[in-house]
């Protein structure tokens, strides 16, 4: 069974805390991605990761960065959290061939920014 | 832009009515189609995907969707609804040539027991 998983449900940070989302995939797949999910905007693309140590901005990359130091691993971090990045963040793999294109996400994590 | 339109932000129905959530696409050229699902409290989940051949496409627990090139569309479709349907459903593009999905704003749907 093909797992993506978050390291935590729900997270709450103060205004100008660095904070770090963490992500890990036990499928091999390439490709990674990370979204954040707010109400009536739908999942806006921050980055993506298409190997290790490589990444391209998505449409919403400011005020983000990310690592991707192992396969299995794909971090994002916010460097000085602000109220503004109070939102749902779900990562998600997909194999790099996948013919399908077939994305699976983790459970998401709920972050609060005081 | 490249863009998707989801019409209904919210719909409520009543267990065993017909349900058919609407899905635009800006014109772009060739795409592939997807419906992601969102149950309570779980991860978003494929739902059915359109690539190629028979625009009408059969997902899981009874779901279908359609293909209409000449609208644009991607409605889903399913005959009768159950209370366990409730859910937030996505529908998303991928334009060929491009690696990445555009979602739609997702509607929320409540099926009443």
């Known amino acids: 069974d093909v797992k993506v998983t978050q390291s935590s449900r729900y997270l709450v940070k103060r205004t100008g805390e660095k904070v770090f989302l963490e992500c890990v995939q036990d499928?091999?797949?390439?490709?990674m991605f990370w979204y954040r999910q707010d109400p009536g905007l739908g999942l806006r693309l921050i980055y993506f990761?298409?190997?290790?140590?490589?990444?391209e901005k998505g449409d919403i990359p400011e005020g983000y960065s990310v690592s991707r130091e192992k396969k299995e691993r794909f971090s994002l971090i916010l460097e000085s959290a602000s109220t503004n990045q109070t939102s749902m963040y779900l990562c998600?793999?997909?194999?790099?061939?996948?013919?399908?294109?077939?994305?699976?996400f983790g459970p998401g994590t709920r972050l609060t920014v005081t | 832009a490249q863009s998707v339109s989801q019409h209904n932000h919210h719909v409520i129905l009543s267990e065993a009515a017909s349900l058919e959530l609407g899905c635009n696409y800006s014109?772009?050229?060739?795409?592939?189609l997807f419906w992601y699902v969102q149950y309570p409290g779980q991860h978003l989940q494929l739902l059915l995907k359109?690539?190629?051949?028979?625009?009408l496409v059969k997902g899981i627990k009874g779901f279908e969707a359609e293909f209409i090139k000449s609208k644009f569309s991607f409605n889903l479709r399913k005959p009768s609804v159950q209370w366990s349907d409730t859910a937030e459903y996505f529908c998303?593009?991928?334009?060929?040539?491009?690696?990445?999905?555009?979602f739609g704003t997702g509607t929320r749907l409540k099926v009443l027991a």
């Open positions: 359109y690539f190629s051949g028979d625009p």
């Open positions: 014109y772009g050229g060739t795409v592939n």
């Open positions: 998600a793999s997909r194999r790099r061939d996948s013919r399908s294109y077939e994305q699976y």
């Open positions: 998303a593009v991928i334009y060929s040539g491009t690696y990445k999905y555009i």
């Open positions: 990761s298409y190997d290790v140590k490589m990444k």
């Open positions: 499928m091999d797949h390439e490709n």
